[in-house]
């Protein structure tokens, strides 16, 4: 069964991956990789910023009396930093991915917006809850404040399936084993990429816009790094591909997936 083709609009996305050929390894174009050093100096600067918000908010608890309202205030403003910098760097980490090869330097840049929150608002809270110069319960609202600060630092800072080059490649080659080019379909509210562009699951009533580019261009933009199994059933099929690791295809019915 060839592609019928989709009567959805399809948006072609340049770029996304510039390493050759067979058994590579995965390099950004360097237009991605431009892209992510911007995000990566955005994301520092915020970072910056958070931490001076916390500075002040430090200095803040050493002098009585101490005002509840400017410590949330600023706890707020080092938040909303924290945060946008935590987006960015996992963004820029998407589109330039670092290796596995090197597990330090790899956990350290995957994770390093849930190192920066920690040490922005870690050591608020343990300031408050030990501090001498506030009450019971401004010590227990500004404190709730500030765990919760980091409670959503770290969140948005940790990235729980970071980017890699080496699942980068092995995802292309995927792809490229079954339909002999990296060229991927997916939609703005999926979570699957597909091979074909008259797959059932992005062809549904709520979809009117495909996006095509590359593997890596689906995880940059959309952060989707799964195949649909019902592509790479049929893929596999027509490729007469033995169906090796697409157990639970049933299960996952591509309609579902996109709801996800
Ligand atoms: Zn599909």
Redesign the pocket.
């Known amino acids: 069964m060839p592609d019928k083709g989709t009567k959805k609009k399809i948006t072609r996305i340049d770029g996304g991956d510039a390493s050759p050929g067979e058994g590579r390894s995965f390099t950004p174009t360097a237009d991605s990789r431009s892209q992510a050093l911007k995000f990566r100096i955005i994301a520092a600067v915020s970072w910056v910023i958070a931490i001076g918000f916390e500075i002040g908010a430090i200095v803040l608890l050493q002098r009585p009396p101490i005002s509840t309202t400017w410590l949330i205030v600023l706890i707020a403003a080092a938040l909303v930093f924290a945060v946008i910098g935590n987006l960015l760097w996992k963004k820029s980490n998407r589109l330039d991915p670092a290796s596995e090869k090197e597990p330090v330097k790899f956990f350290i840049q995957n994770q390093l917006g849930a190192i920066i929150s920690t040490i922005a608002f870690l050591p608020l809270v343990i300031l408050v809850l030990t501090n001498k110069n506030m009450d019971k319960k401004q010590k227990g609202i500004v404190g709730a404040v500030a765990g919760v600060a980091l409670l959503i630092g770290l969140g948005t800072g940790i990235d729980f399936n970071p980017p890699s080059q080496e699942k980068y490649a092995q995802e292309t080659a995927r792809v490229e084993q079954l339909m002999d080019n990296n060229l991927v379909?997916w939609t703005k509210s999926g979570t699957?990429y597909?091979?074909?562009s008259d797959?059932?699951?992005?062809n549904t009533r709520k979809t009117d816009e495909i996006f095509q580019g590359t593997v890596a261009k689906a995880r940059e933009l959309k952060n989707i790094n799964q195949l649909?199994?019902?592509?790479e059933n049929?893929a596999a099929k027509e490729k007469g591909l033995q169906l090796k690791d697409v157990t639970g295809a049933e299960e996952t019915a591509?309609a579902e997936a996109e709801t996800r």
Do not use: D, E, G, T
Request: glycine share 0%; aromatic share 20%; hydrophobic share 25%.
């Open positions: 379909y699957r597909h091979l074909y797959c059932s699951a992005i649909c199994r019902f592509c049929k591509p």
